[in-house]
C-alpha cells in the first residue's frame, strides 16, 4: 500500500542548477499538488493539478514548473535553484467526486537544501 | 481571501492530561470544510480530525475532538489522556467547497506540542 511516494528524501543544490523532484500515487487520484513548508510559514500550494494534462498555479509557483501527462506522476521542476528555495516540499493528492471532505494524502517530503 | 490563524507556536501537556489546540479562520464563505493534520518528526503529515462546516455537531476520533464554533469562526482540537507518541507539530487547514476539482487548501503555521513524561 505504497500511497504517495516522494524521491529523493533528501537534496542539495547549488545556485543555478536544476533538477526534478518526483511524486508518484497509486491511489488513481485525480487531484495533486505540490507545497512548501518553511518555519513560521505552515504549507504553502505552488502548483496543483486536477488531471492529466491539466496543472494550474498556487501561492508561490515563482521557479518551479509542473507538467502532469499521467494520472499517477506529478514532478516539481526547479530550473534555475536559488536559496530562497530551501524548504521541505511535499507532495500530496485526493480523489476528487464523491464527497468532498476527502482528505489530502501526504507524502513523507523531501528536504532540498540549496547553498 | 481566506487566511487561518494558529496563535499557539509551542505548547507542552503532561502525559495523561487534556491539552486544547487554537485555530481560528477567516471566511466569507458558508460551505467549507476545516482538518486538523499532525506532523510527528518522522515529518509524515496524518491526518487526525475533520469537520464538515454544515454539520453542527463536533467531529470526534477517539482522544480527539473538535470544537467548531462556525459564527466565532473557531476550530479547536482537543486531545485527551494525552500520550507521547502525540508529540508533534500539529497543522490546522481550511478548504474551501468550490468547483469539482479545485482544492486549494489553507494551512496555518502549525503549533508544536511536547508531551512531557
Known amino acids: 500500500n505504497a500511497g504517495v511516494t516522494q524521491t529523493p528524501k533528501f537534496q542539495v543544490l547549488k545556485t543555478g542548477q536544476s533538477m526534478t523532484l518526483q511524486c508518484a500515487q497509486d491511489?488513481?487520484?485525480?487531484?495533486m499538488s505540490w507545497y512548501r513548508q518553511d518555519p513560521g510559514m505552515g504549507l504553502r500550494l505552488i502548483h496543483y493539478?486536477?488531471?492529466?494534462?491539466?496543472?494550474d498555479q498556487g501561492e508561490v509557483p515563482n521557479g518551479y514548473n509542473v507538467s502532469r501527462s499521467t494520472t499517477e506522476d506529478f514532478p516539481l521542476r526547479l530550473l534555475s535553484a536559488a536559496p530562497s528555495q530551501t524548504s521541505v516540499y511535499f507532495c500530496?493528492?485526493?480523489?476528487?467526486?464523491?464527497?468532498?471532505?476527502?482528505?489530502?494524502?501526504f507524502g513523507n517530503g523531501t528536504r532540498l537544501t540549496v547553498t | 481571501a481566506q487566511t487561518v490563524t494558529q496563535s499557539q507556536p509551542e505548547m507542552s501537556v503532561q502525559e495523561a492530561e487534556t491539552v486544547t489546540l487554537s485555530c481560528t479562520y477567516d471566511?466569507?464563505?458558508?460551505?467549507?470544510?476545516l482538518f486538523w493534520y499532525k506532523q510527528p518528526p518522522s515529518r509524515q503529515m496524518i491526518l487526525v480530525i475533520r469537520?464538515?462546516?454544515?454539520?453542527?455537531q463536533n467531529a470526534t476520533e477517539n482522544r480527539f475532538s473538535v470544537n467548531f464554533q462556525k459564527a466565532a469562526k473557531s476550530f479547536s482540537l482537543k486531545i485527551s489522556d494525552s500520550q507521547l507518541g502525540d508529540t508533534a507539530m500539529y497543522f490546522c487547514?481550511?478548504?474551501?467547497?468550490?468547483?469539482?476539482?479545485?482544492?486549494?487548501?489553507?494551512f496555518g503555521t502549525g503549533t508544536r506540542l511536547k508531551v512531557l513524561a
Open positions: 493539478s486536477v488531471g492529466a494534462g491539466i496543472t
Open positions: 491511489m488513481n487520484h485525480e487531484y
Open positions: 500530496a493528492s485526493r480523489r476528487t467526486g464523491g464527497r468532498y471532505n476527502s482528505p489530502l494524502h
Open positions: 471566511t466569507s464563505e458558508s460551505n467549507y470544510y
Open positions: 487547514a481550511f478548504m474551501k467547497h468550490e468547483d469539482p476539482g479545485t482544492y486549494k487548501y489553507i
Open positions: 469537520q464538515e462546516a454544515y454539520k453542527q
